[in-house]
């Protein structure tokens, strides 16, 4: 494994989450695939597209604020092709409404294209925290 390349991957998580706070989705989307898919439990699979409609409330601005915290167990690469899981939590504020707290495990499959390592694939496994 080439320790660079696992360091671009660790890095990709800490700006996506940094991104993430700032509500910044074109960055947020920058990390991804044009062909990325999200899994999450209960919905079916889905895309960049509804991600960023996701992210994005009715007037294109974010619909709420959320922070979270990656810790990364594990990254392996081989070839163009990686992946990583990791423990996430994160909380999710809506506008005028409580946190919301989820935590969990993700599996994070990342593809390198033209130099860039991007994710590609992501499993979401979080549920909800009782504060």
Do not use: C
């Amino acid at each position: 494994m080439d320790s660079t390349d696992e360091q671009q991957i660790r890095d990709l998580v800490v700006s996506w989450m940094a991104a993430t706070k700032a509500a910044d989705v074109a960055k947020v989307l920058s990390l991804m695939t044009d062909d990325a898919v999200f899994l999450v439990a209960g919905q079916p699979p889905f895309g960049k597209e509804k991600f960023a409609a996701t992210m994005k409330g009715p007037l294109g601005k974010p619909q709420a604020h959320i922070d979270g915290r990656s810790e990364i167990q594990e990254v392996h690469v081989s070839g163009d092709h990686a992946y990583a899981w990791a423990k996430l939590s994160v909380d999710v504020t809506p506008p005028g409404g409580k946190p919301i707290k989820r935590a969990g495990h993700t599996l994070t499959v990342f593809r390198k294209t033209g130099g860039r390592w991007q994710l590609a694939r992501d499993a979401n496994l979080l549920t909800p925290v009782d504060d």
